[in-house]
């Protein structure tokens, strides 16, 4: 099943943000040690809500909720990811698609582009590096042009993949310097050279390459289930288009229809805990945020009306009467984030009242 959606701008009030520690601009190495997301305090009248990405993949270290917990800063909100992370030979090697910044355009968040400068042995592998540090000088350089900046996020995150040629060359520098001090072997730079190489050709490039393997990597999604994953409905491909005409591609992990309402499902499934976890679910919010601002929805050219549902669900003897006080002030305030911006939450089939 293949829906297609309009999205014309986003409006969403989030309820789960966790409370931002603040930081001042000559405190951010320390900063980036301790959290995920922050407030950096630039000077009294500059404030942003900062986010960083471990890796530049999606699927790792949850950086859709570390995104998710900046939403309820009013002024402008920042995430800072890597355009290629090498743990080394014996570890993960991944790089930045297009579809992700774009992404984050559609939210409204300003990405800064930057590499990893730094890092130390990892005391498991022979092959592996970890600890890694970006270039925080130039993390600060983009964050200075960035408070001047006065356009929107979509024309900064453009503006951000002309230096992609600039970023990859010094990451591959960068690799090569921790390789030879640290006397380990990373993947092949050569590869490397070949995969950015395609980035540096300019915006076009980038965005086709990276577009094709985001739709590859989605459609290979849509066939296989995670683990993680207790689904019972139409595994399916959703396109999103915004007003500029950019294209959106996820993997819905459930549709259903019903009438002439297509419930678009995003499942979060744990077998021990009483739920899953906080940014599992701030995993699913960040989707929701999408789901819920979706307009013209079609699928296989029927219109639709999308009804946005976050699925969760626990092993065997999960019940209110057992939790906690703190599950308890969780769901109260998923809740409260479902009704105000219209969405529903099932919990083991159950619907969230």
């Known amino acids: 099943m293949e829906v297609l959606a309009q999205i014309k701008g986003i409006k969403y009030t989030p309820f789960l943000c966790r409370r931002l520690h603040v ?30 990405w471990v890796s530049p993949k999606r699927t790792r270290s949850y950086p859709y909720a570390r995104v998710y917990d900046t939403l309820s800063f009013l002024g402008k909100r920042v995430t800072i990811m890597p355009l290629i992370k090498d743990e080394g030979k014996d570890g993960d090697r991944d790089f930045l698609q297009w579809d992700t910044v774009s992404l984050m355009s559609l939210l409204g968040v300003y990405v800064i582009i930057t590499y990893y400068a730094n890092a130390s042995p990892s005391q498991k592998y022979s092959n592996k590096i970890t600890d890694q540090e970006f270039d925080l000088a130039l993390v600060k350089d983009e964050i200075k042009k960035l408070l001047s900046y006065q356009s929107d996020a979509l024309h900064w995150n453009l503006s951000q993949l002309d230096n992609v040629s600039k970023i990859g060359g010094k990451a591959l520098s960068a ?21 950015i190489g395609e980035l540096i050709k300019g915006k076009d490039c980038f965005m086709t390459l990276s577009r094709n393997l985001a739709q590859k990597a989605q459609y290979r ?34 549709v259903e229809i019903k009438s ?16 899953p976890s906080l940014e599992d679910i701030k995993d699913g919010l960040l989707k929701m ?39 308890i002030n969780l769901l109260n305030d998923l809740k409260k984030e479902a009704q105000t911006n219209g969405f529903k939450v099932l919990i083991n089939g159950e619907v969230l009242k």
């Open 289 to 327: 945020t999408l789901f819920t601002n979706l307009h013209d929805l079609k699928i296989d050219g029927l219109n639709y009306t999308a009804v946005p549902v976050l699925k969760l669900t626990t092993g065997a003897g999960f019940g209110l009467s057992s939790l906690t006080n703190s599950p």
């Open 221 to 254: 999604e849509s066939l296989t289930r995670q683990p993680k994953e207790n689904l019972t409905g139409t595994k399916s491909i959703l396109t999103i288009k915004n007003y500029l005409g950019g294209f959106y591609y996820f993997t819905c992990d459930e």
């Open 260 to 275: 002439k309402e297509a419930y678009l499902v995003e499942g979060k499934h744990t077998k021990r805990a009483a739920l």
């Open 175 to 195: 690799y090569a310097r921790i390789a030879k001090k640290l006397g380990i072997e990373m993947h092949s730079l050569e590869s490397s050279k070949k995969r």
């Open 23 to 52: 930081y001042t601009f000559n405190d951010m190495r320390e900063a980036f040690r301790k959290d995920a997301s922050f407030i950096l305090r630039i000077n009294c009248e500059n404030q942003l809500g900062i986010s960083w």
